[in-house]
């Protein structure tokens, strides 16, 4: 079985210079060793970005019955850069739309997959993200009966349960020095280093299994 991974920077791979910056969509094969997975993902793509540049164009030919097709998009869907900016309730689920009667049309099953949570605390609190992005997703799913995993609830559980500090460790908060990528270090709630990736990825490897979608 081969699974397609169809994203944004979230769930993208990178190379070791870049380290620690790791996508949940880079280490997914290691939770499903029985499947070959190929990371289609690229940073700065929304559905629109990804679609007009024919990414999913490049493989669609590929797709053989019962390949799965991950489809995971909203950080750039939101953007106000023409390019990449959709609307939730309209271009987005079209697009979405694509992606899904593109994998069927030959054969393959698509899966819609909500976006990680950022990591916004106030106070002590996790804030909600995505604004109406992942109630499209999970709407669209319903219309379409196309299988759904939800990380963005499943990744808002978890990181609201570790709080604030604790939760660092899975996102893009690193030391001055650590890392020659960042030499002054960084604060990102939006990627994951290396643990936060592979708890993500756990999440949708077990959420696949309990669908049945993998052995």
């Known amino acids: 079985m081969r699974i397609y991974v169809c994203g944004d920077s979230t769930a993208a791979s990178y190379t070791e210079e870049q380290e620690p910056?790791?996508?949940?969509g880079q280490v997914l094969g290691e939770?499903?060793?029985?499947?070959?997975?190929?990371n289609l993902s690229r940073g700065g793509r929304s559905t629109?970005?990804?679609?007009?540049?024919?990414?999913?164009?490049?493989?669609?030919?590929?797709?053989?019955?019962?390949?799965?097709?991950?489809?995971?998009?909203t950080h750039n869907d939101t953007s106000d850069l023409v390019w990449r900016h959709t609307d939730p309730w309209g271009s987005?689920?079209?697009n979405l739309s694509i992606f899904v009667d593109t994998a069927?049309?030959?054969?393959?099953?698509?899966?819609?997959?909500?976006?990680?949570?950022?990591?916004?605390?106030?106070?002590?609190?996790?804030?909600s993200s995505h604004d109406d992005y992942p109630d499209a997703i999970r709407t669209l799913a319903?219309?379409?009966?196309?299988?759904?995993?939800?990380?963005?609830?499943l990744s808002y559980q978890h990181v609201a349960?570790?709080?604030?500090?604790?939760s660092r460790k899975l996102y893009m908060w690193v030391e001055e020095g650590v890392y020659p990528a960042y030499p002054k270090g960084n604060r990102d709630d939006t990627h994951t280093q290396r643990q936060g990736a592979e708890t993500f990825a756990r999440m949708v490897a077990e959420k696949l299994r309990e669908l049945q979608l993998v052995g």
């Open 21 to 24: 910056i790791t996508g949940w």
């Open 31 to 38: 939770m499903l060793p029985e499947a070959e997975v190929r």
């Open 48 to 73: 629109k970005s990804f679609l007009s540049e024919g990414r999913l164009q490049e493989v669609e030919g590929e797709m053989q019955e019962g390949d799965l097709v991950l489809i995971q998009f």
């Open 92 to 94: 987005f689920q079209n």
């Open 104 to 127: 069927r049309q030959r054969g393959a099953v698509p899966v819609l997959v909500t976006p990680i949570c950022r990591r916004y605390f106030r106070d002590g609190v996790l804030l």
């Open 142 to 153: 319903k219309m379409k009966g196309v299988p759904l995993i939800d990380i963005y609830a």
């Open 161 to 166: 349960a570790l709080g604030d500090e604790e």
